[in-house]
């Protein structure tokens, strides 16, 4: 079996709900993504980078939109 470090220091993209219950346990390198429920149909989606990579990552990705 695959342990949760396993999971976090992997090559991929990893996906973490309730991160903050493990937070000692993530790597230094992340995006953090807050989704807000506004109601049944409507979400807000906040991205909040840690590195200048993701900053960069972000940048273009707002330039696309």
């Known amino acids: 079996p695959i342990g949760l470090e396993e999971y976090l220091e992997g ?3 990893c996906l ?4 903050e219950y ?3 346990m993530i790597p230094n390198n992340y995006l953090k ?3 807000d429920i506004i109601d049944d149909n409507k979400r807000i ?3 909040i980078s840690n ?3 993701y900053d960069k ?3 273009d990705f707002k330039n696309e939109l």
């Open 33 to 35: 993504i807050i989704i």
């Open 57 to 59: 990552l972000l940048e």
């Open 22 to 24: 493990i937070m000692q």
């Open 45 to 47: 989606y906040k991205f």
């Open 11 to 13: 090559g991929g993209v």
């Open 51 to 53: 590195t200048p990579y």
């Open 16 to 19: 973490v709900e309730w991160s």
